[in-house]
């Protein structure tokens, strides 16, 4: 049965990823005078801050050198520390406390596998860290999502093998990543985006554990 459970955070514990897109659109804005569209929000879902910048210049197809692609690196977490400032308990997703605790009153080992590497800031802000008997560092792994990496070093920590855990994500690049760190997959959203999860719910108040322990088995059956 299921071992460990590794956590996306934009989207799956808080919805921080409305703050992120909020600071790209100041960022570039302020930098470029041009506006981002609703849909570029996707494309920078659940991927590293490089990957999320680089995303962004190059639907803009906007060339910077390397000095000023840090500096608008920081001056967006910058943006992006502000708007958490106001972040409290309150604002963790349905269910998510939820189903935390039945994991951990199953004994299942919980660890977090996310892009942002203010991953333990937002847990200390929600109240959730002591939950978590790992948190995997996204500045120590090779490749970000869709890579498998973060999963992996996830996964790692918590010393479960991958094929014994579950993956929570609300991102495209985060399924694919779960799929090929070869854990079981749970996606939080729509099928026409995350088809390719295992299980796939709407919303993060239908993260049932029962229902995620019975789909784990019959996935490891076939």
């Not at 869709?146 to 996830?154: E, G, Q, S, T």
């Not at 609300?170 to 854990?183: E, T």
Request: glycine letters at 4%; a negative charge; aromatic letters at 6%.
């Amino acid at each position: 049965m299921i071992q460990g459970a590794l956590f996306d955070l934009d989207g799956v514990i808080a919805d921080t990823s409305v703050y992120h897109f909020q600071a790209w659109r100041a960022l570039i804005q302020t930098n470029f005078h041009k506006k981002l569209p609703d849909e570029l929000e996707q494309r920078t879902k659940g991927v590293s801050r490089a990957d999320s910048l680089q995303a962004i210049l190059d639907f803009l197809q906007i060339d910077v050198p390397q000095k000023q692609f840090e500096q608008l690196m920081i001056e967006k977490n910058q943006l992006y520390l502000q708007s958490l400032e106001q972040l409290q308990p309150k604002d963790t997703l349905p269910g998510i406390v939820a189903l935390l605790e039945a994991l951990q009153a199953q004994k299942i080992k919980i660890a977090l596998a996310s892009a942002s590497r203010n991953a333990p800031t937002i847990l200390a802000k929600l109240q959730l860290t002591d939950y978590f008997a790992a948190i995997a560092d996204p500045a120590q792994v090779q490749a970000g999502k869709p890579a498998p990496d973060i999963f992996l070093a996830a996964a790692q920590g918590i010393a479960v093998a991958p094929k014994d855990c579950i993956g929570i994500e609300d991102s495209i690049a985060g399924i694919q990543a779960i799929n090929a760190a070869q854990a079981f997959s749970v996606g939080v959203g729509s099928a026409q985006e995350l088809g390719a999860a295992d299980l796939l719910v709407d919303d993060t108040s239908q993260l049932k554990l029962d229902i995620i322990q019975t789909q784990f088995a019959k996935h490891i059956q076939n």
